[in-house]
């Protein structure tokens, strides 16, 4: 089955500094590939996502980096700011006809300081 | 709004005892599945379902079971509880579209202690 590895498992940046987390997976069938935020206290929530056609994918001041060869993609955040604050999971899925597994990574605890 | 309901948002139990952990969506979902979640862990795939009665292992199924009898409600069964199933439980479901993306829209959570 898939297996998905994230880095690091924290991270502190100042406010206004750029923040990285990066996934690894190990199935190459995964073509889907979406980020989820999950914010203290709350239910996780899909922030940004990817699909294996497509190499980078902007929205705002997040980005996708995906690399197909190398079964690695990354979570860039430009700009930190303190409600960027909060636990980002990254994870994969083979897309089957709408069967679909969605295996998560360990995830990755942000904090911003102002 | 895609509206994924747990009936139980705090349960504490006993262990043997045999545990029920109920989930709801109202979008229609044909996906729905289950994931523990544990500090240091991530989210881990228990079961999941893509249709009514059709129901799949994910990554950690010992010790549960499910059950889907009609589309909108997934169950996850603790047929005898046990103190390492002590987690935060939480349900998902999702459109079974073809366009290859399997946007998971989850509830609350469950978290469940077994003394």
């Known amino acids: 089955g898939e297996n998905v590895e994230q880095h690091p498992s924290t991270l502190s940046v100042q406010e206004g500094d750029s923040a990285v987390i990066k996934c690894t997976y190990s199935?190459?069938?995964?073509?889907?590939f979406p980020w989820y935020k999950q914010e203290l206290g709350k239910r996780p929530q899909l922030i940004i996502d990817?699909?294996?056609?497509?190499g980078e994918k902007k929205d705002q001041r997040i980005a996708v980096t995906l690399n197909k060869t190398a079964k690695h993609f990354s979570l860039h955040i430009t700009e930190t700011q303190p409600e960027d604050s909060a636990v980002y999971f990254c994870?994969?899925?083979?897309?089957?006809?709408?069967?679909?597994?969605?295996?998560f990574g360990t995830g990755t605890k942000l904090q911003v300081i102002p | 709004d895609v509206k994924v309901t747990q009936s139980s948002r705090y349960l504490v139990k006993r262990t043997g005892e045999k545990v029920f952990l109920e989930c709801v969506q109202d979008?229609?979902?044909?996906?729905m599945f289950w994931y523990r979640q544990d500090p240091g862990l991530g989210l881990r795939l228990i079961y999941f379902?893509?249709?009514?009665?059709?129901?799949e292992k994910g990554d950690i199924p010992e010790g549960y079971s499910v059950s889907r009898e009609k589309k909108e409600r997934f169950s996850l069964i603790l047929e005898s509880a046990s103190t390492n199933q002590t987690s935060m439980y939480l349900c998902?479901?999702?459109?079974?579209?073809?366009?290859?993306?399997?946007?998971?829209?989850f509830g609350a959570g469950s978290r469940l202690t077994v003394l």
């Open positions: 998902a479901s999702s459109f079974r579209g073809n366009s290859g993306a399997n946007v998971l829209t």
């Open positions: 199935d190459s069938a995964s073509n889907y």
């Open positions: 990817i699909r294996s056609n497509v």
């Open positions: 994870a994969a899925s083979p897309f089957s006809g709408g069967y679909q597994k969605v295996t």
């Open positions: 979008m229609d979902h044909e996906n």
């Open positions: 379902s893509y249709d009514v009665k059709m129901k």
